[in-house]
């Protein structure tokens, strides 16, 4: 280990476990999780290949937590929070959500590339607590978002939080994968317009009045 890391670890500042974990973490947001090597990980910690085998039981364990904390990590930087009910307008708030849930994804994503060609990673990550939303995730937090919304009398009685906040969640997965699947296609990041067209339609729906 490198003797600056090995003094600070004395000194108490962060266990070796969570050392290995952000130097593992610095590395996937940086290259994302394929190729990563044990080897890699251990230079980046300033330790020998063999100290990550006595914290974890293999590479796949440790980049499940880098992964996880990466998430946390960039959601945490996002500016602003989650709208609350009651405040402002629905309309508002769901624009607030979509665009938010956007940059997040566009922010992440590009880590997890080349995860569905690793499947004892991928279960391991799965094995895990939902790292958005404060733990239950984005779908959950929108979906309790706007379950509340109807308890106080702004979103219909007849809609399905549930699936209002798979079609966000949906939307994100489309444009922001979409781009890292084909770079030359869109930006993850949409424009205005079609922000505003995507939370009109959730609003208003497609079917003309008097036309259902």
Do not use: W
């Amino acid at each position: 280990m490198a003797p600056r890391r090995a003094a600070a670890l004395r000194g108490g500042e962060q266990s070796l476990r969570e050392h290995l974990i952000g130097a593992a973490g610095r590395l996937v947001a940086r290259r994302g999780v394929t190729g990563l090597t044990v080897r890699d990980i251990a230079r980046e910690a300033g330790v020998a290949d063999g100290v990550l085998y006595n914290h974890f039981a293999d590479k796949d364990e440790l980049l499940a937590y880098a992964l996880h904390a990466h998430v946390r990590a960039v959601e945490a930087e996002q500016e602003g929070s989650a709208p609350r009910p009651g405040e402002v307008t629905v309309e508002a708030n769901l624009r607030a959500y979509l665009v938010r849930a956007l940059a997040l994804h566009a922010a992440i994503l590009p880590a997890f590339a080349g995860l569905t060609t690793q499947p004892k990673l991928v279960a391991r990550l799965g094995a895990l607590p939902t790292p958005l939303g404060g733990g239950p995730g984005l779908r959950t937090e929108l979906a309790g978002y706007v379950r509340e919304e109807q308890r106080l009398g702004r979103v219909a009685p007849g809609a399905s939080p549930e699936a209002v906040a798979t079609l966000v969640v949906g939307v994100c997965h489309d444009l922001v994968l979409g781009r890292l699947l084909d770079p030359s296609g869109p930006p993850p990041q949409p424009s205005a317009e079609l922000v505003d067209a995507l939370v009109g339609t959730l609003l208003h729906g497609v079917v003309a009045p008097g036309r259902g």
